[in-house]
Nanobody
Framework: RVQIVESGGGSVQAGGSLRLSCEAS????????MSWFRQVPGKEREGVAC???????FYNDAVKDRFAVSQGSATNTITLQMSSLQPEDTAMYFC???????????????WGQGTQVTVSS
């Protein structure tokens, strides 16, 4: 079983930046992609950014010019650098990992517990 742990997040004013980190702990299982999702209470979860094979990034159009996803310092780790944050970016952010091919902005096999990002105006 893959375990996901996120770190980072917090509160920031509009225009500020935050960095999220995520590590997927595996027993030698192969991870095909790792993703960031976010969810606001009462709304559906949405894909934010993902990294395929540790190299190829994909982004939600709403964040593609402001957020950057990259592999961390170790295999099965990713970071999400968020810049020019706006109040509408406020959400619980979840890291996820998948062992199956698919749309990395829509689906995942394993999920972290989430980390809160709050942007004030």
């Amino acid at each position: 079983r893959v375990q996901i742990v996120e770190s980072g997040g917090g509160s920031v004013q509009a225009g500020g930046s935050l960095r999220l980190s995520c590590e997927a702990s595996t027993n030698s299982e192969i991870i095909i992609y790792m993703s960031w999702f976010r969810q606001v209470p009462g709304k559906e979860r949405e894909g934010v950014a993902c990294l395929l094979g540790g190299r190829i990034p994909f982004y939600n159009d709403a964040v593609k010019d402001r957020f950057a996803v990259s592999q961390g310092s170790a295999t099965n780790t990713i970071t999400l650098q968020m810049s020019s944050l706006q109040p509408e970016d406020t959400a619980m952010y979840f890291c996820a990992a998948s062992q199956q091919p698919g749309n990395c902005l829509e689906n995942a096999d394993f999920w972290g517990q989430g980390t809160q990002v709050t942007v004030s105006s």
